[in-house]
């Protein structure tokens, strides 16, 4: 157990929906990632949080956005969902900003139908 | 796009067979770390290597890292059936404010009884 937490495990939904993951770093950890795998793409970087401010973006989406809370949970919005956001979506966390050891939760499979 | 590149993509031994995993990377980095997944499980970190170090050993593996090259290996002595999994290399580079962890597309590797 990484001591990660996201919800919810499996999602499926609706082309044009939106969803909401949910992330809860380990505890004592500033830092949170959000990753997307998909078969076509492998794992893509999609952003970073550290204690509350976005610190680093990678190929996110626009209708994506992602926010970090006061008491470090994260959360990862997906809206105008496409068949192609049908992925594996990790959540990771770290102590620091920069990138020691990642702990990554058991992810949130969406699909999109 | 992936910074780093595996090979092979695909490896099958036998249990108690030597597996080599190699990966090859772009741009300069800060660190190399090699993290496991098993089929539709969250990453779990193996070992880091800072891109001063040569080789760094942990258990029954080992790593290294030729940063003229800019390539590293990932060596797993005696493998067992439950080494079976998917191994991801992925290297840190920072910016002025974050980082980020880019994965590369992963070697499947099958240890058979």
């Known amino acids: 157990d990484s001591g990660v937490t996201q919800t919810p495990k499996h999602l499926i939904t609706a082309t044009g929906q939106r969803v909401t993951l949910r992330c809860s770093p380990r505890?004592?950890?500033?830092?949170v990632y959000w990753y997307q795998q998909s078969l076509d793409q492998g794992l893509q970087f999609l952003i970073q949080?550290?204690?509350?401010?976005?610190?680093a973006k990678g190929n996110i989406l626009e209708r994506f956005s992602a926010q970090q809370f006061p008491d470090l949970h994260s959360e990862l919005n997906l809206s105008s969902l496409e068949l192609g956001d049908s992925a594996l979506y990790f959540c990771?966390?770290?102590?620091?900003?920069?990138?020691?050891?990642?702990?990554f939760g058991e992810g949130s499979r969406l699909t999109v139908l | 796009s992936q910074q780093g590149e595996e090979d092979p993509q695909a490896l099958s031994i036998q249990e108690g067979e030597n597996a080599t995993m190699n990966c090859s990377y772009k741009t300069s980095i800060n660190n190399l770390q090699w993290y496991r997944q098993n089929s539709g499980r969250g990453l779990v970190h193996l070992i880091l290597?800072?891109?001063?170090?040569r080789e760094k050993h942990s258990g029954r593996l080992r790593v290294t890292l030729d940063t003229s090259k800019k390539s590293s290996s990932l060596l797993i002595t005696a493998s067992r059936a439950a080494d079976t999994a998917s191994y991801f290399c992925?290297?840190?580079?920072?910016?002025?404010?974050?980082?980020?962890?880019?994965f590369g597309e992963g070697t499947q590797l099958t240890v058979n009884p």
């Open positions: 290597i800072r891109s001063n170090e």
């Open positions: 949080y550290y204690n509350g401010e976005e610190r």
């Open positions: 505890s004592g950890d500033l830092s």
């Open positions: 992925a290297t840190s580079s920072e910016g002025t404010s974050g980082s980020r962890l880019t």
């Open positions: 990771a966390s770290s102590v620091g900003v920069r990138t020691g050891e990642l702990f």
